[in-house]
RNA sequence: GGUGCGGUGGCGAAGUUGGCUAACGCUGCGGACUGCAAAUCCGCCAUUCGUCGGUUCAAAUCCGACCCGCACCUCCA
């Protein structure tokens, strides 16, 4: 569907809607991030590179974001491991939000605004339930304080469940001081070695939901413009969080509520019981950051998406062939040098980035935001990417016998690099930056293997061409000379 | 049982508020280029979109039935 302007589908309504936000050129987004008791699995990091990849189009769309995606830290899963490992749960945490980061960074998502901590939100925690608590909507139980769903009207509406459903379903052991079985806890009363903190119960900690009400209402306001996070959330923990901020503040709390689909591992959920669990650590092992990336995103952000290792292989051959297009541009500035401008005047690139798309380039730009446009199909989007570079590469030889096309060229460029980022597509290859030491090394070996052409000393030649395959640098003969370039 | 999603070529994947030749990538095949490669370029590879009916001048796209797969309803991105 051509779409003109963002239209963006919300779980609330199950269509596709106009995006419009609250406040013209600003956007308020809070993303679910990960309770922080172990290195990131693969399915953690679909919702990261997606949302960042929604961020990123937002922004390049003008809108200003305020990013906000917190951290469980204080949860029954890293108790349970620190008990485990005889560590301290808050550290155990800290310990793998740094080394979140780490991979976040591998696979280019850029930092939020804000990454807010459970730990260090206590305070609005322990408000907004005692906020509740007068308000009617919660009540104390021997230390604990639960959230009475019954008192909610709007209690299933983004889930799309009804009470009753839920109580006939519910297969749970029912907690005794629990009015209700769907009631959920805001406030668990302490257990002895668990940390904990005073509040009008007693000394407790937080339930799991009431977080993400009380850090989103800190950084974003009563109402706020886009609420996303993986499929699995939306039943119970966004309906939770409904609840909790609708109830409290009385207002619409995410106008839009976006959900990534999941990944399976041949075609079965990943999950730790089968054994089928891969952590993103490890998947980096084989393949760069840039490929898993790319990869997420050649598929809509909603479908189901199935991994394994080949299909990251061929999306490592896709992505090279994007990274192919990014050497051969650079390639050619090289030999068609810009010149610089004297003192005073423009230099010849200032004066090619004068110039305005038109004609075919203007069309890929445009068809590019009618992907994105509508509701992010990223998948549509690569593929115009693909267009656009195969036009490039054909534009790269034309531009050798016809310089007027220079400017074209540097035009197209400058779209590729810029719609490259949008996705925060990586395609500078990293062998390419530190290995300067080499260059000498390998310069001289080129060197050789030409004088052995040159002698028709084929096997010698070849000899060489497969020793520099071997530290991964590859050879192009072409009929400018030779080209050389790292590849991991 | 309730709720939701999906079945498109060898693989992945767009397109699904009906209408140009069913995108794009990978693989494979043929050709150009090359000493040979690599990269690039040119061309080929689904009469057909889970099945069966229906509506229509026209359906992968709408309607009905059926088959199959998956997820959520319980901690989970």
Same mark, same amino acid.
């Given at each position: ?121 206590i305070?609005?925690i322990i408000?907004?339930v005692q ?12 230390g604990?304080v ?32 629990? #009015?209700? +079985?769907? =009631? %959920?806890?805001?406030w /668990?009363? &302490?257990? $002895?070695?668990?940390?904990s903190w005073s509040s009008p119960w007693g000394e407790g900690r937080p ?94 952000? #909603?479908? +189901?998406? =199935? %991994?394994?290792?080949? /299909?990251? &292989?061929? $999306? ?173």
């Amino acid at each position: 569907m051509k779409q003109n302007e963002l239209q963006v589908y919300n779980t609330l309504s199950g269509r596709k809607e106009p995006f419009v936000p609250l406040e013209e050129g600003k956007v308020g987004m809070y993303v679910c991030g990960p309770t922080t008791y172990n290195y990131i699995h693969l399915g953690n990091a679909r919702p990261l590179v997606v949302f960042d990849t929604v961020r990123r189009y937002l922004e390049y769309l003008g809108h200003e974001v305020t990013y906000v995606q917190n951290f469980t830290d204080v949860d029954d899963k890293i108790i349970n491991k620190a008990l485990e490992e005889k560590q301290n749960p808050l550290e155990l945490a800290a310990f793998y939000v740094e080394e979140y980061f780490q991979d976040a960074e591998a696979l280019n998502v850029r930092r939020a605004t804000i990454h807010p901590k459970v730990s260090q939100h206590i305070g609005n925690i322990i408000e907004l339930v005692q906020a509740l608590v007068e308000k009617g909507y919660a009540y104390e139980s021997e230390g604990d304080v639960y959230f009475e769903v019954s008192k909610f009207t709007d209690y299933g509406k983004l889930s799309k469940r009804d009470l009753n459903d839920l109580q006939a379903g519910a297969r749970v052991e029912v907690a005794e001081q629990k #009015r209700h +079985p769907a =009631d %959920f806890a805001l406030w /668990k009363k &302490a257990k $002895a070695g668990e940390p904990s903190w005073s509040s009008p119960w007693g000394e407790g900690r937080p339930g799991w939901h009431i977080e993400c009400s009380a850090m989103s209402h800190e950084y974003l306001g009563e109402t706020f413009d886009i609420h996303a996070g993986g499929m699995d959330l939306i039943f119970p923990h966004h309906e939770n969080e409904i609840a909790q901020s609708e109830a409290c503040h009385g207002s619409q709390m995410a106008r839009y509520w976006l959900h990534n689909g999941f990944i399976t591992i041949n075609q079965e959920k990943m999950s730790k019981s089968l054994g089928n669990f891969f952590l993103l650590r490890d998947i980096l092992q084989k393949f760069p950051g840039a490929v898993v990336r790319f990869y997420l995103l050649s598929t809509h952000y #909603r479908s +189901p998406l =199935d %991994f394994d290792d080949q /299909k990251l &292989a061929a $999306a490592q051959k896709g992505l090279e062939r994007l990274q192919t297009t990014n050497r051969l541009l650079k390639e050619a500035w090289k030999n068609n040098v810009l010149e610089e401008g004297k003192s005073g005047t423009k230099s010849e690139q200032q004066i090619l980035a004068e110039g305005e798309l038109t004609g075919e380039w203007l069309d890929y730009k445009i068809r590019f935001m009618e992907a994105m446009n509508d509701d992010f199909n990223t998948a549509l989007a690569i593929a115009v990417l693909f267009e656009l570079a195969h036009a490039i590469n054909g534009l790269i030889t034309a531009v050798v016998n016809e310089p007027q096309k220079k400017q074209e060229l540097f035009l197209a460029g400058k779209l590729f690099a810029e719609l490259t980022e949008v996705l925060g597509l990586e395609l500078d290859s990293a062998g390419q930056k530190g290995q300067e030491e080499l260059k000498e090394e390998i310069e001289a070996l080129i060197e050789k293997r030409q004088e052995a052409r040159k002698s028709k000393d084929y096997q010698l030649a070849d000899q060489i061409r497969d020793q520099l395959k071997e530290k991964g640098v590859i050879l192009e003969d072409t009929p400018q000379g030779v080209r050389w370039y790292f590849r991991e």
